[in-house]
């Protein structure tokens, strides 16, 4: 089954802590792997693919197939990080494939 | 507007009305899906159509039909409202670069 699975519901930290928001998924295909992020009133929007293997407003994610897992890192948290993260899984083909997402992590940056 | 079109912004319904909410986009994509977004359930695929004239059901399709006529656009009815289907309905699509682009929302009511 193609799933991907967000355990966290809220995750609260404080301005400059570190934060990692969890993420796996099960598809036996070769995944392609997405962080999405939606704020406050605005619409959905990528952050990261695992494919650019990129740094995007300092957020990092590793894919880690022995784990099916892909996390997302970074090492000090900003209040305008504030917002609600999903994980998101490409089945298929790039240009035909199904996206399918996590439940979603609310991330709470306070002062 | 991420080149998506989504129509309307909000909607009230009584149980048992009909209604159809509309997509359209103008970056030439094949694929297309319709979500829902509940708390706590994070989005979930309602249909998606890998391309003109193609549909596919996704996690939770009972209760709507979609129609992909031509490339740009893809619709979602509901024949029979119910209060279960109060939710946030987002429409989106892909490219080659995987990316999703997503439209504003629909805040759906049924009372």
């Known amino acids: 089954a193609q799933r991907v699975t967000q355990p966290e519901k809220l995750l609260s930290v404080f301005k400059g802590a570190p934060v990692e928001l969890k993420c796996n998924y099960s598809?036996?295909?070769?995944?392609?792997l997405f962080w999405y992020v939606q704020y406050s009133r605005q619409r959905l929007q990528l952050l990261l693919r695992h494919i650019s293997r990129e740094s995007i407003k300092g957020f990092t994610a590793d894919l880690n197939k022995g784990e099916t897992s892909f996390h997302l890192k970074k090492p000090f948290a900003q209040e305008e990080d504030s917002a609600m993260y999903y994980c998101?899984?490409?089945?298929?083909?790039?240009?035909?494939?199904?996206?399918?997402f996590g439940q979603g992590t609310t991330l709470q940056v306070k002062p | 507007n991420a080149g998506v079109t989504q129509t309307p912004k909000f909607q009230v319904l009584k149980t048992g009305q009909s209604m159809t909410l509309q997509c359209a986009q103008d970056?030439?994509?094949?694929?297309m899906y319709w979500y829902r977004q509940d708390p706590g359930m994070g989005l979930r695929l309602i249909y998606y159509?890998?391309?003109?004239?193609?549909?596919d059901k996704g996690e939770v399709p009972n209760g709507y039909n979609v129609s992909r006529l031509n490339k740009r656009e893809f619709s979602l009815r509901l024949e029979s409202a119910a209060p279960s289907q109060t939710s946030v309905y987002f429409c989106a699509h892909t490219g080659d670069s995987t990316e999703a682009f997503f439209g504003q929302g629909t805040r759906l009511t049924v009372v």
């Open positions: 598809y036996s295909g070769s995944p392609e």
């Open positions: 970056m030439n994509h094949n694929s």
């Open positions: 159509s890998a391309s003109e004239g193609t549909t």
């Open positions: 998101a899984l490409l089945t298929g083909s790039s240009n035909t494939g199904k996206l399918i």
